[in-house]
């Protein structure tokens, strides 16, 4: 069926004061169901958006599509897009997303534990310019001291919380426009959880958005500007952080520790819910 006037201005528009769209976005893995189902969600401009969700929700779905990675893990896009401003960006590789702003600190560190803590760093500016690489190091070593006083050690023999530090450091290496973390929090304890809040908050300062995906709604709603919550591959619930923390659902599901029992797949007739749709 072709498209109507109307759909492709729908596709194309971008809502205002948003860096990131991801429009109507399906995504499948082989022949199995899709794994994200018509999503839609924009990130604010020098804003911080929180993507809750259980295991199997599609939150690593969802950053594999926008980091270009989906293909790795034999995914394809059956419908929808994602841009970055006007550019079409989930047909580009991994490393031309990098090059446009977008870029990547992935679940459970994935630093290169055999070489120093500034090699770590290095690596992470390989695609930025002298000026920028010079820049960037100063403003991780100034967000985490610890990495310029630990700069000549294996990073395999920092801490996890300092290994984390290190992981959004590289990351931060390349002067992004957009940051996404995924599970920054992951096996890290409540008061290195809370440095790493501050810190991400110190990014969104700074002039850098971020996606945050967390399965940790207390830290992630406390950052975050906006949110959406995904179950089973759909928006289930989108608005302002606090209406989110407000939210039945929410307090229920996430709040009071009890992510782990949503269901896994929807029953017939499941009634959706949403506080807003919210434009940036």
Do not use: C, W
């Given at each position: 069926m072709a498209d109507t006037e109307s759909d492709t201005r729908r596709r194309r528009r971008r809502w205002p004061g948003t860096v990131l769209n991801v429009r109507d976005l399906q995504v499948r893995y082989g022949r199995s169901v899709a794994a994200l189902h018509g999503v839609d969600l924009a990130v604010p401009d020098r804003g911080v958006l929180a993507v809750l969700g259980s295991n199997g929700a599609g939150k690593s779905t969802l950053l594999r599509t926008i980091s270009g990675t989906l293909k790795l893990h034999r995914g394809v896009v059956t419908r929808g897009d994602v841009r970055l401003g006007d550019a079409r960006i989930d047909r580009l590789d991994p490393a031309s997303i990098v090059r446009l702003g977008v870029v990547g600190v992935p679940e459970g560190r994935q630093i290169f534990t055999r070489m120093s803590v500034d090699d770590n760093l290095r690596?992470?500016?390989?695609?930025?310019?002298?000026?920028?690489?010079?820049?960037?190091?100063?403003?991780?070593?100034?967000?985490?001291?610890?990495?310029?006083?630990?700069?000549?050690?294996?990073?395999?023999?920092?801490?996890?919380?300092?290994?984390?530090?290190?992981?959004?450091?590289?990351?931060?290496?390349?002067?992004?426009?957009?940051?996404?973390?995924?599970?920054?929090?992951?096996?890290?304890?409540?008061?290195?959880?809370?440095?790493?809040?501050?810190?991400?908050?110190?990014?969104?300062?700074?002039?850098?958005?971020?996606?945050?995906?967390?399965?940790?709604?207390?830290?992630?709603?406390?950052?975050?500007?906006?949110?959406?919550?995904?179950?089973?591959?759909?928006?289930?619930?989108?608005?302002?952080?606090?209406?989110?923390?407000?939210?039945?659902?929410?307090?229920?599901?996430?709040?009071?520790?009890?992510?782990?029992?949503?269901?896994?797949?929807?029953?017939?007739g499941a009634r959706k819910h949403f506080l807003s749709r919210w434009g940036g």
């Open positions: 690596a992470g500016g390989i695609t930025a310019s002298a000026e920028q690489r010079v820049k960037a190091r100063k403003r991780v070593h100034e967000l985490f001291p610890v990495l310029a006083e630990r700069a000549r050690q294996r990073a395999g023999l920092l801490s996890g919380g300092e290994q984390q530090m290190l992981a959004i450091g590289r990351a931060l290496m390349s002067a992004p426009h957009v940051l996404l973390l995924d599970e920054p929090s992951l096996g890290l304890a409540p008061k290195v959880v809370e440095q790493i809040s501050g810190i991400v908050r110190e990014i969104h300062a700074q002039g850098t958005a971020v996606v945050l995906v967390e399965q940790n709604a207390v830290m992630a709603l406390n950052v975050a500007d906006h949110a959406v919550v995904l179950e089973v591959g759909r928006i289930a619930l989108a608005g302002r952080s606090d209406e989110l923390s407000r939210s039945e659902e929410v307090r229920h599901l996430y709040l009071g520790g009890h992510a782990g029992t949503q269901a896994t797949q929807e029953e017939p």
